[in-house]
Nanobody, 121 residues
Framework: VQLQAFGGGLVLAGGSLRLSCAAS????????MGWFRQAPGKGREFVSL????????NYADSVKGRFTISRDNTKNTVYLQMNSLKPEDTAVYYC???????????????WGQGTLVTVSS
């Protein structure tokens, strides 16, 4: 599956952004979808995960209560609504598709190209 993420940009602390990730695969609903991020000089870290039909979600503690993941299987798209953004949320955000309910980047088969989110204080 090919993924394309977009929606990043520059935002002031406390602001909001909505990331989108469009998939080319017609069997989109057979994939668990995740969002990861990588800050400068750091490794790729888990942000959020959503089940195949969107009935279940999981979040990293650092974003819980501020970020919301959702998906629209009719549009082959997964979203990440980010509210109350903080400077430490600055990173390149990647969407990923996997077959199992796992949280490590190595468990995901396909990756989008990444979209940069910069939060200024």
């Amino acid at each position: 599956v090919q993924l394309q993420a977009f929606g990043g940009g520059l935002v002031l602390a406390g602001g909001s952004l909505r990331l989108s990730c469009a998939a080319s695969e017609l069997t989109f609903s057979s994939y668990v979808m995740g969002w990861f991020r990588q800050a400068p000089g750091k490794g790729r870290e888990f942000v959020s995960l959503i089940t195949w039909k969107g009935s279940g979600t999981n979040y990293a503690d650092s974003v819980k209560g501020r970020f919301t993941i959702s998906r629209d299987n009719t549009k082959n798209t997964v979203y990440l609504q980010m509210n109350s953004l903080k400077p430490e949320d600055t990173a390149v955000y990647y969407c990923a598709a996997g077959r199992r309910w796992r949280f490590a980047p190595t468990d995901f088969d396909s990756w989008g190209q990444g979209t940069l989110v910069t939060v200024s204080s």
